[in-house]
Each structure stands twice: as C-alpha cells, then as structure tokens.
C-alpha cells in the first residue's frame, strides 16, 4: 500500500515566492549587464517633453558615442559610430566584418571615447531629435549641442576624425555632411587616421 505525502500548507507558496525571487533577481542581473540596455528606474517611452533636454547635464561617458544625462537616460549620438571600447558582441561582429584585430579596434576606441571625455566631462547639454527618438534598448537617439558654445558634438567627433559615419533610416538629417567630414578626416589624418593613408572616396 503506497504511502502519500502531505507538504504542509505554508510550504507551497513559500516556494513559489522563492522561485520568484529568484527571477527577478536573474533577470535585474542580466538587464543590468551592457550600456545598450534599460538602466533601473528609468521609464523609457516617448519623449514626452523635448525642453526638458534643452539644457541638462552630462553624468557619465561610457565610450565615444554615449552618454547618461542627470536624470538617467542614456544617450547615443546620431549619425556615428566610434570604435568599440569593451568586449561585447558589437565588437566581435565589427572586427569579423572590417578584418581588424579586436585589440586595434579596443585601443581607437579608448582614444574615441577619451576625445568625448574632453568635450564633454562636466557640462551641460541640449539634444535635438530626428523621426525617431529612442532604440530598441531605450536609449534616446540624438544631435547633442555644448550648451555654454552651442558646439555639434557629434559632428566635432567625426569632422576631428574620431568616428565613422553610421546612418539608420529613418534618423538620416545630416547623413550627408557626417560622410563628407569622414572622408575630409582620414584624408588629412585627423584623429584616428593619423600616419594612415587612404584615398578620397566619392
């Protein structure tokens, strides 16, 4: 004759508290890992009142092409790309895809996003937006301006020769200039290209 086994009654929903205990911890753990993604207590939807970007401060760079403003929200500049800085999977498709070794893409990226570091430690900023505001890690996509000089970082960076131009439909309102400052920058060496030597590129 088969015994059967009674669990007591507070046992069960103890043990679909601590199941989910667990998966919000894992899953906070692994949103939290890569600056591409939703950074706790932000509410990421549309951009609900644009002056409120007209003049708000820079809290941290991470590389070349983004950055966390005071009230949170990460930010990655329109129309460029500077070099990867961390390991990641960007890295690993950018090397596989230009045929450069990873730790030459690392070391520009270090030199990009310490170029952004000095344009951009400790100031404020006012960011414009094009048709679409936020990627699909909820981070705003824009034209960020010095608000004290009204400077165009994300042109300064690719017209210094610190970037690559990178044009996303439907965001493409300066993709023009962005390539012609690219080809003027490797050709005089600037940044990134200095001692290389390329041809002008139509």
């Excluded at 017209?159 to 200039?177: C, F, K, S, W």
Aim: charged letters at 30%; hydrophobic letters at 40%; glycine letters at 8%.
């Amino acid at each position: 004759m088969s015994r059967q086994i009674f669990f007591p009654r507070t046992v069960v929903p103890l043990v679909f508290c601590v199941v989910f205990l667990l998966s919000f911890f894992f899953a906070a753990y692994f949103l939290s890992r890569g600056h591409g993604h939703p950074a706790a207590g932000v509410a990421y939807g549309p951009v609900s009142d644009p002056k409120e970007y007209a003049n708000i401060a820079v809290s941290y760079i991470y590389d070349g092409d983004t950055i966390k403003l005071a009230n949170g929200e990460r930010v990655r500049f329109l129309g460029i790309d500077t070099p990867e800085s961390s390991e990641n999977k960007k890295l690993l498709r950018d090397a596989a895809r230009s045929g450069q070794d990873v730790r030459d893409i690392l070391r520009m990226g270090h030199v990009a996003a310490e170029y952004t570091r000095s344009l951009l430690r400790g100031r404020r900023v006012r960011l414009e937006f094009d048709i679409e505001k936020r990627d699909k890690y909820g981070r705003l996509l824009a034209y960020v301006y010095r608000v004290d000089d009204d400077l165009f970082i994300n042109e300064d960076i690719i017209r210094q020769g610190y970037a690559y131009p990178m044009t996303i439909p439907p965001n493409v309102r300066h993709a023009d200039e962005f390539r012609k400052f690219f080809r003027e920058a490797r050709k005089a060496g600037r940044g990134l290209w200095q001692g290389q030597s390329f041809q002008d590129q139509k």
